[in-house]
T-cell receptor, first 115, second 112 residues
Framework: AQTVTQSQPEMSVQEAETVTLSCTYD???????LFWYKQPPSRQMILVIR??????QNATENRFSVNFQKAAKSFSLKISDSQLGDAAMYFC????????????FGKGTLLTVNP | DTAVSQTPKYLVTQMGNDKSIKCEQN?????MYWYKQDSKKFLKIMFS???????INETVPNRFSPKSPDKAHLNLHINSLELGDSAVYFC???????????FGPGTRLTVL
């Protein structure tokens, strides 16, 4: 079974600074997807960024980028120019490329942004 | 336009009662899911339906029964509610071939 580990229960960053959230996963599959979801206090789950395992290029969405290291099974999220609105719980998630579409989540990292 | 909606958003009830949570998506997706988020914020899949057919059923007590009247709706019925059922329940949807899941706003269930 796949597992997703987020080793940082909490992180903090100063506004306008850069922060990196860590995620590692365990799988024997070669075809899969990885995601970062954000959950602000409103509790809505918002997709931040996704990465297909077959793509070598790291995904980027504006201030959010990932460092995908397939051999190391690592998928970290970098947030540049942090804003107060980035404060939220961040979840790393794994999805098999096969017919099982469920998301397996890590336990989350609570990000605080200090003004 | 709400893509994935859930009703109710909050549900407070007594132990032993039976309750339902409804979910609807207007994205034309084929696959729908129920996830449970516990008090420690851990999210775990419960069920998944594809075109009204159950395809994932994780280890969930049989007091929980999903029902999909059509592929735009996936409801969750819970019998004989227990204190441990208190959680936030999220509905989500995706295309069969797509990788992204879109989540509803969640339903906070409190069992007293």
């Amino acid at each position: 079974a796949q597992t997703v580990t987020q080793s940082q229960p909490e992180m903090s960053v100063q506004e306008a600074e850069t922060v990196t959230l860590s995620c590692t996963y365990d799988t024997s599959e070669s075809d899969y997807y990885l995601f970062w979801y954000k959950q602000p206090p409103s509790r809505q789950m918002i997709l931040v960024i996704r990465q297909e395992a077959y793509k070598q290029q790291n995904a980027t969405e504006n201030r959010f980028s990932v460092n995908f290291q397939k051999a190391a099974k690592s998928f970290s999220l970098k947030i540049s120019d942090s804003q107060l609105g980035d404060a939220a719980m961040y979840f790393c998630a794994y999805r098999s490329g096969g017919s099982n579409y469920k998301l397996t989540f890590g336990k989350g990292t609570l990000l605080t942004v200090n003004p | 336009d709400t893509a994935v909606s859930q009703t109710p958003k909050y549900l407070v009830t007594q132990m032993g009662n039976d309750k339902s949570i409804k979910c609807e998506q207007n994205l034309g997706h084929d696959t729908m899911y129920w996830y449970k988020q516990d008090s420690k914020k851990f999210l775990k899949i419960m069920f998944s339906y594809n075109n009204k057919e159950l395809i994932i059923n994780e280890t969930v007590p049989n007091r929980f029964s999903p029902k999909s009247p059509d592929k735009a709706h996936l409801n969750l019925h819970i019998n004989s509610l227990e204190l441990g059922d208190s959680a936030v329940y999220f509905c989500a949807s995706s295309q069969v071939w797509g990788s992204e899941q879109f989540f509803g706003p969640g339903t906070r269930l409190t069992v007293l």
